[in-house]
């Protein structure tokens, strides 16, 4: 599962990706649309801010926006961001990497296979779902939802 961090996020990135390239947003109106406690949100913009996915304006018309495209940012950065490793079982952890403590023989464990393959298709998933994927898909499911 993922966390409630990693959740308002992507929560935060997708309403900040249908603005306007550059265009700053409240804090308090992204925590009202998305219904995420502001001050939680602060420090998870604040945390996007410093890995480079955000600037912020402040002032009179300040507020938070994107540094990059949407197409060029994708679930699987944000979830590791503030989720660490997205494998189910260290020894199959590409980033984070660490030996399962109970573990004879790595190579010939049949346990870590099934779990690097399930790895392998999440992360290809989540790169695959860049923040311009998902505003299709949002509105996508709007459209079918009439």
């Not at 010939?108 to 392998?120: A, N, S």
């Not at 790169?127 to 509105?139: A, C, G, I, Q, R």
Request: charged share 35%; aromatic share 8%.
């Amino acid at each position: 599962m993922i966390t409630k961090k990693s959740k308002y996020a992507i929560k935060a990135l997708i309403y900040l990706a249908k603005k306007k390239t550059g265009e700053p947003v409240l804090i308090e109106e992204i925590s009202t649309e998305e219904n995420i406690p502001k001050k939680f949100l602060e420090a998870i913009l604040l945390e996007l801010r410093k890995a480079g996915y955000l600037g912020s304006k402040k002032g009179k018309g300040g507020g938070y926006y994107l540094l990059k495209p949407a197409d060029k940012i994708n679930m699987a950065e944000v979830m590791r961001l503030f989720d660490g490793a997205i494998a189910l079982v260290p020894c199959v952890a590409h980033k984070y990497y660490e030996p399962c403590e109970e573990c004879v023989d790595e190579i010939t464990c049949p346990i870590r296979e099934v779990f690097r393959v399930i790895r392998e298709q999440t992360v290809a998933t989540l790169k695959d779902n860049t923040f311009s994927v998902l505003l299709e898909k949002e509105k996508k499911l709007k459209r079918y939802r009439k």
